[in-house]
């Protein structure tokens, strides 16, 4: 049993693209609406980034700068924790 696979003209992949940045549904979810696989259309999402110059939206910025002050401060918390554990740690053998 072979499967075959389905074409789609590029105009349908724009409009399922569209759809993916216009709506708040997950690319499963829209994949699903418009019934093809979540993968097909997560790789033509990202085909349609690259087209574009990789150019991250505002919202992605703003995501990428927020985690990156998570963890800027989780590395803080590490080396605080490291020293504190390294001070009791000498503490009891004295």
């Known amino acids: 049993m072979s499967k075959k696979s389905k074409r789609y003209t590029?105009?349908?992949?724009?409009?399922?693209?569209?759809?993916?940045?216009?709506?708040s549904e997950t690319v499963t979810e829209a994949a699903?609406?418009?019934?093809?696989?979540p993968e097909g259309l997560r790789?033509?999402?990202?085909?349609?980034?690259?087209?574009?110059?990789?150019?991250a939206d505002k919202a992605e910025r703003e995501e990428l700068a927020r985690l990156r002050r998570?963890?800027?401060?989780?590395?803080?918390?590490?080396?605080?924790?490291?020293?504190?554990?390294?001070?009791?740690a000498n503490r009891k053998t004295k």
Do not use: Y
């Open 43 to 55: 790789n033509w999402v990202n085909q349609d980034k690259t087209d574009r110059g990789g150019r």
């Open 70 to 88: 998570k963890v800027r401060e989780m590395e803080q918390t590490i080396e605080v924790l490291g020293k504190a554990t390294a001070f009791f």
């Open 32 to 37: 699903r609406e418009i019934g093809v696989g």
């Open 10 to 23: 590029a105009e349908f992949k724009r409009d399922a693209v569209a759809l993916v940045h216009s709506s």
